[in-house]
């Protein structure tokens, strides 16, 4: 954007109803046109439009397109990163009284006992700062880097509202931004920690997630058994794409086969009248065979009670 200011191409009360984003590249790049400045060097997502969202700009969420040129779990040739938090810190440059800032504001929460800053919310966009006595602040809650910087700006207008005289230069960084995606596919946690030792750890006893920390770009990943993908640590929203391109294939090697069904057991033959008949007579002798076995143990039983009578009389 121009100038040395982030945010010098918000304005406050812009909603973001007149941003434009046209994508360029494999990864998602979109180049963004807010006004008269246009900035082909970050890297902004594109807004998925729902009847929800189309009313009120601030709940719509960033997507990213990925492309991991392959097929994904969705049958298409892209994966998509929906941005979940976007965390951003500024510097107003001057001492800030939280105990006015509490007083003269709404949505505010202070209670110095507790934590020593002052909890400030906006509706429009939907974000949540955290405003320290040195003139720090940090913001979060937002879904995408417009309403971030968006955001940012009008606690800058709010604080200078109230008595402040904030620096026009806030130093603002956007710190951390958390994606998720979902790959379609069941993933062999155990084999891919087995293989990737140096770069993942997984301990199912203590997180369910496998850890997994890329080296370029510094994210960190949390791979779950379902598929599905946590991405944090990113400072740009192209960081998100880039890394997601490179880990994929190697979520694809580890992506769980189904087994096999086994196919039915083949069906008991028939019996026929000869086998019947053979049948029937082995069990007819087996019983004949009973029959003569406890005649004997009768006779045995009778012998033995005439002994004993004839002992006794004598």
Known sequence: MSGNNPLSA????????????????????????????TDTNVALPQI???????????????????SDGGITGDGTNTLLIRIQNIASTANFGVRLDLKQIA??????????????????????????????????????????THN???????????????????????????????????????????GLVYAHSAFASYEPELFPGLIYRLVSPRVVFLIFVSGKVVITGAKKESDLANALTKLFPVLVEFKKVHVASFPPAAPV??????????????SKGKSLNNETLQQQQQQQQGLLNGSVHQMEEV
């Open 10 to 37: 918000v304005t406050y009360g812009d909603d973001g109803g007149g941003k434009q984003g046209v994508v360029a590249g494999d990864v998602g790049i979109v180049t963004t046109t807010t006004g008269d400045d």
């Open 48 to 66: 998925a439009p729902t009847p929800k969202n189309q009313h009120n700009p601030s709940l719509a969420g960033s997507v990213i397109e990925c």
């Open 103 to 144: 007083l003269k504001c709404r949505n505010t929460e202070f209670n110095p006992r507790r934590f020593g800053a002052v909890v400030m919310r906006l509706r429009e966009p939907r974000a949540t700062a955290l405003m320290f006595a040195s003139g720090k602040i940090c913001v979060t809650g937002v879904k995408s």
């Open 148 to 190: 971030a910087t968006l955001a940012m700006k009008k606690f800058h207008y709010i604080i200078e509202r109230i008595g402040f005289q904030p620096k026009e230069y806030m130093d603002y960084k956007i710190q951390n931004i958390v994606g998720t995606a979902d790959c379609g596919f069941p993933i062999r946690l155990e």
């Open 269 to 282: 033959p028939a019996i026929t009248a000869a086998a019947a008949v053979t049948t029937k007579g082995k």
